[in-house]
């Protein structure tokens, strides 16, 4: 499956557009919206499901303020958080609602952490809170946090590489053009062009793509 960067990406839409194609994304007023359009494309493709080439399996520090941890990514921008587990254990602590962890953590009880909950942010930074609170005599040497990532096409060079099949990007953004070409209105040729788009991502998304490159390859997590 073709991978496209962002500049590739805008051109192909510009081509479709029938305006002529530019070297660098920021060069006309045109492309400069196109890369914003394209932003609210992939901000919809990551939300439509948990695609795999958004799952980091990674160990983040997470720092103890007031039976909190907070989890510094270092402007890594996670979608969310897929499990959290005990460095050295295998099974992951099972997730609970915030008002459910805040209902058994009245008991006060203290152990090994069983269950977790994202209840706060700083930043960029998701704050967990565990439960029950961790006994000090029982030795927990920290956590790792397996997240999903969320994905932006901003950049100043139009070099990144997006990891979608390209022509879904390319229809997609295809159909945020006309959109907003036709005054914000449901022009036909909008209409057509989205509804393929929607038919095309339910389809890529059911193959459960895992492929990460340019071309067809093989996915690997990254650490």
Same mark, same amino acid.
């Given at each position: 499956?073709?991978?496209?960067?962002?500049?590739?990406?805008?051109? +192909? *839409?510009?081509? &479709?557009?029938?305006?002529?194609?530019?070297?660098?994304?920021?060069?006309? =007023? @045109?492309?400069?919206?196109?890369?914003?359009?394209?932003?609210?494309?992939?901000?919809?493709?990551?939300?439509?499901? +948990?695609?795999?080439?958004?799952?980091?399996?990674?160990?983040?520090?997470?720092?103890?303020?007031?039976?909190?941890?907070?989890?510094? *990514?270092?402007?890594?921008?996670?979608?969310?958080?897929?499990?959290?587990?005990? *460095?050295?254990?295998?099974?992951?602590?099972?997730?609970?609602?915030?008002? +459910?962890?805040?209902?058994? =953590?009245?008991?006060?009880?203290?152990?090994?952490?069983?269950?977790?909950?994202?209840?706060?942010?700083?930043?960029?930074?998701?704050?967990?809170?565990?439960?029950?609170? +961790?006994?000090?005599?029982?030795?927990?040497?920290? @956590?790792?946090?397996?997240?999903?990532?969320?994905?932006?096409?901003?950049?100043?060079?139009?070099?990144?590489?997006?990891?979608?099949?390209?022509?879904?990007?390319?229809?997609?953004?295809? =159909?945020?053009?006309?959109?907003?070409?036709?005054?914000?209105?449901?022009?036909?040729?909008? *209409?057509?062009? @989205?509804?393929?788009?929607?038919?095309?991502?339910?389809?890529? @998304?059911? &193959?459960?793509?895992?492929?990460?490159?340019?071309?067809?390859?093989?996915?690997?997590?990254?650490?």
């Amino acid at each position: 499956m073709q991978r496209l960067t962002v500049l590739e990406i805008v051109n +192909e *839409v510009m081509k &479709k557009m029938g305006l002529d194609t530019v070297a660098a994304i920021n060069e006309t =007023a @045109f492309s400069r919206v196109l890369v914003s359009y394209l932003n609210d494309t992939v901000d919809l493709v990551v939300n439509y499901g +948990e695609w795999p080439q958004l799952r980091i399996i990674q160990k983040y520090q997470l720092t103890s303020v007031e039976n909190r941890y907070q989890c510094s *990514v270092a402007g890594a921008h996670l979608r969310n958080i897929q499990g959290v587990r005990i *460095v050295g254990r295998a099974s992951e602590l099972q997730a609970m609602h915030p008002i +459910e962890l805040e209902n058994a =953590a009245y008991a006060s009880v203290t152990g090994i952490p069983w269950a977790y909950s994202v209840v706060d942010a700083s930043a960029d930074d998701p704050i967990i809170k565990v439960h029950p609170m +961790e006994d000090t005599s029982i030795l927990v040497t920290g @956590f790792k946090v397996h997240p999903w990532l969320d994905v932006s096409a901003a950049t100043s060079t139009g070099a990144v590489v997006l990891d979608w099949h390209a022509p879904l990007i390319v229809q997609g953004l295809h =159909a945020q053009a006309l959109y907003h070409e036709g005054g914000n209105t449901e022009t036909p040729e909008f *209409v057509t062009t @989205f509804g393929l788009f929607m038919k095309n991502l339910q389809s890529e @998304f059911a &193959k459960y793509t895992t492929d990460t490159g340019r071309y067809l390859r093989l996915y690997a997590p990254r650490q």
